[in-house]
């Protein structure tokens, strides 16, 4: 399912799509090695205009893998990425176009959950199974799946996220070492998802609740502390203020550039 150049270019991720007998080798090369079930993930097709998901699930149902458990379909094609709403209409049709012939597979969408409710809006979608896959949701909101357990939207105070980022670079710190290598591994990726988590308006900053994915924020907001204000910059130069926070100074002359671009405003 992954839309970046660098992976369908080489024929991976959505490209797989298009390539039916490298994919079902695939599929029998892993369900063979592995003991556990596996899941398929894809998106509706190269082309918005032309999806073919259906097609392919039906075809994967026939091929009769015993080890596929699931197949995951993202609502949107290759070539919108992240534009656009999820169609979860056409994720419906992708969950009937299965034959009566062959024993079903779970079909479990994914595209736009941001809230609890949003969860639970796609889990009513006909045809789908009782459940919906979180994506850019969780990594801009990790307590996500807290709200869809708890069914609330969680007006998170600035502290308790801040707690969560502690946690974070704990693990790091824990997997990579904490010699200059590791803190330096550490705040890359640290930095990567504050990429992600500066899209996050909190609840109470809200005029109409809950925000929505395709919804940002204005260039510049004010929290109701300054912490919470830091968080919701969109600027990588204050990302790096709050990796400063977590990780101590970094060193002179850095600069931060996110792998997600559009995600960022330069400070200049």
């Not at 073919?52 to 149902?61: C, G, M, R, T």
């Not at 996500?144 to 974070?168: G, V």
């Not at 996050?200 to 510049?220: I, K, S, T």
């Amino acid at each position: 399912g992954c839309p970046l150049d660098l992976i369908c270019n080489k024929g991976a991720g959505a490209g797989l799509m298009q390539r039916e007998k490298k994919l079902k080798q695939s599929l029998i090369g892993i369900t063979n090695t592995l003991s556990c079930p596996i899941t398929v993930k894809m998106r509706t097709g190269w082309d918005e205009k032309k999806p073919f998901a259906h097609e392919l699930v039906s075809k994967i149902q026939s091929w009769g893998i015993g080890g596929v458990a699931a197949v995951m379909v993202h609502g949107r094609s290759r070539l919108q990425r992240y534009q656009k709403l999820a169609n979860w209409e056409y994720i419906s049709q992708v969950a009937s176009s299965q034959s009566d012939d062959f024993p079903r597979i779970p079909i479990i969408g994914n595209g736009d959950v941001f809230s609890y409710s949003d969860y639970e809006e796609k889990i009513k979608v006909d045809g789908v199974n009782a459940t919906a896959m979180l994506g850019r949701g969780a990594l801009i909101k990790p307590w996500l799946p807290t709200e869809i357990k708890e069914r609330r939207h969680w007006d998170i105070s600035a502290s308790e996220r801040l707690d969560i980022l502690k946690k974070f670079v704990n693990f790091g710190l824990e997997h990579w070492g904490s010699d200059q290598k590791g803190v330096n591994n550490t705040r890359r990726f640290l930095l990567e998802w504050l990429s992600f988590l500066h899209r996050y308006v909190p609840v109470g900053l809200l005029e109409v609740v809950p925000q929505q994915m395709n919804q940002r924020p204005p260039a510049r907001m004010c929290g109701r502390s300054d912490l919470e204000t830091l968080f919701l910059s969109k600027f990588s130069d204050d990302w790096v203020k709050i990796s400063e926070m977590l990780l101590g100074p970094v060193p002179e002359g850095f600069k931060f550039e996110p792998k997600h671009k559009a995600s960022s405003y330069s400070q200049a």
